[in-house]
T-cell receptor, first 115, second 116 residues
Framework: DAGVIQSPRHEVTEMGQEVTLRCKPISGHNSLFWYRQTMMRGLELLIYFNNNVPIDDSGMPEDRFSAKMPNASFSTLKIQPSEPRDSAVYFC?????????????FGNGTRLTVT | AQSVTQPDIHITVSEGASLELRCNYSYGATPYLFWYVQSPGQGLQLLLKYFSGDTLVQGIKGFEAEFKRSQSSFNLRKPSVHWSDAAEYFCAVGPFANSGNTPLVFGKGTRLSVIA
């Protein structure tokens, strides 16, 4: 079991640039979650998918943020254009409620710095 | 709406001392309960979870937690802290299995520092 894989681990970009974060969930997991972690707000849920379908994106802060899950093994979170206040650690997590219950498995995160 | 409160933002303990991290939740009924640990630069790792049955659950790294329904609490304990336990600890609440595949709700975390 390779775990949830996120790339890149670190991303530094300039304000206004497009940023794409990637996530590969654990094989067989049919739910995927994107979280953002900052010192001020802690861990925030941005969006989650069940069976590749977005279920709730109410946590996405603005239209600049978008997420896709084209298949069961890949998801992206895109910020366009990026702003300094987007600087945070972005986590992807997956689970399979039918196997292993509600336990979330997290990736190691992508640390985004927007200058 | 469900919520999780971790009243201690930062705790410092001496190595070898006992530890208790507090967690209180607000939920309509008995939820799934979790404790995660986050080391610097890492993702969140599951320490332990409670779904049903024995209200005292054992986890990895010598941690345990006790579910107390009357107090809506799920406090994390360790009898003797090691320097490597310094990390951020998150309590989380999840739904019943028949409430759909809805997300966990996380507390804001408690940062644990360990001194010699």
């Amino acid at each position: 079991d390779a775990g949830v894989i996120q790339s890149p681990r670190h991303e530094v970009t300039e304000m206004g640039q497009e940023v794409t974060l990637r996530c590969k969930p654990i094989s067989g997991h049919n739910s995927l979650f994107w979280y953002r972690q900052t010192m001020m707000r802690g861990l925030e849920l941005l969006i989650y998918f069940n069976n590749n379908v977005p279920i709730d994106d109410s946590g996405m802060p603005e239209d600049r943020f978008s997420a896709k899950m084209p298949n069961a093994s890949f998801s992206t979170l895109k910020i366009q254009p990026s702003e300094p206040r987007d600087s945070a650690v972005y986590f992807c997590a997956s689970r399979n409620p039918g196997r292993g219950g509600m336990t979330l498995h997290f990736g190691n995160g992508t640390r985004l710095t927007v200058t | 709406a469900q919520s999780v409160t971790q009243p201690d933002i930062h705790i410092t303990v001496s190595e070898g001392a006992s530890l208790e991290l507090r967690c209180n939740y607000s939920y309509g009924a008995t939820p799934y309960l979790f404790w995660y640990v986050q080391s610097p630069g890492q993702g969140l790792q599951l320490l332990l979870k409670y779904f049903s049955g024995d209200t005292l659950v054992q986890g990895i790294k010598g941690f345990e937690a006790e579910f107390k329904r009357s107090q809506s609490s799920f406090n994390l304990r360790k009898p003797s802290v090691h320097w490597s336990d310094a990390a951020e600890y998150f309590c989380a609440v999840g739904p019943f299995a028949n409430s759909g595949n809805t997300p966990l709700v996380f507390g804001k975390g408690t940062r644990l520092s360990v001194i010699a």
